[in-house]
């Protein structure tokens, strides 16, 4: 059964990069069946999409974010990451990693997110 | 970008009722819709796909209908662990983006 787990900094300081990976298990990344994304919850609020990746090479970016998000892949380990830049109080979040299928992009299954804190 | 708008906002009903979420987009999306629920401190769990498939395990209270801009989460017979928010997601491209959520309460 597919497992996804988020893994990173819990706190990151105000300007500075956020980066988080999702390490993927019982599946292979470079399934040519898949997506994989990012979706983030801010306490207490809604689900805001981040950004999408495929196969390394192709990504979508929230636009909102998309000045600041960058999307990777690591075939050999297994794992896609995340980094944020310049982060606000405002990043502060759960950020959820996320399959998607090749047509059918809904997000399906989920890791079990981490909560990342935008603090001094 | 299409943006996706759910109503209510929230709702509170009694066990056994008939309950509705609405889920409008800006503008068409065919029937390329999911709906989640997320249960308090716990990740979203997927409902239902192509705006009216049941996913895998979920019980058959639950049903999706609608296609192109509108679209309806509805639980026949509401029960206590249904308390949870919902939210729709769009998949036809990029951004994929969810509804604001609806928080279901139980009166």
């Known amino acids: 059964q597919l497992q996804l787990q988020e893994s990173g900094p819990g706190l990151v300081k105000p300007s500075e990069t956020l980066s988080l990976t999702c390490t993927v298990s019982n599946d292979s990344i470079s399934s040519k069946n898949y997506y994989w994304g990012w979706i983030r919850q801010p306490p207490g609020k809604g689900l805001e999409w981040i950004g999408t990746v495929y196969q390394s090479w192709h990504t979508y970016y929230n636009p909102s974010l998309e000045s600041r998000v960058t999307i990777s892949v690591d075939t050999s380990k297994n794992q896609f990451s995340l980094k944020l830049t310049s982060v606000t109080a405002a990043d502060t979040a759960v950020y959820f990693c996320?399959?998607?299928?090749?047509?059918?992009?809904?997000?399906?299954?989920w890791g079990q997110g981490t909560l990342v804190t935008v603090s001094s | 970008d299409i943006q996706m708008t759910q109503s209510p906002s929230s709702l509170s009903a009694s066990v056994g009722d008939r309950v509705t979420i609405t889920c409008r987009a800006s503008q068409g999306i065919s029937n390329y819709l999911a709906w989640f629920q997320q249960k308090p401190g716990k990740v979203p769990k997927l409902l239902i796909y192509?705006?009216?498939t049941l996913h895998s395990g979920v019980p058959s209270r639950f049903s999706g209908s609608g296609s192109g801009t509108e679209f309806t989460l509805t639980i026949s017979s509401l029960r206590p662990e249904d308390v949870a928010t919902y939210y729709c997601?769009?998949?036809?491209?990029?951004?994929?983006?969810f509804g604001q959520g609806t928080k279901l309460e139980i009166k």
């Open positions: 996320a399959r998607q299928g090749y047509y059918e992009r809904w997000f399906d299954p």
């Open positions: 192509a705006a009216s």
């Open positions: 997601q769009k998949y036809d491209s990029a951004p994929y983006t």
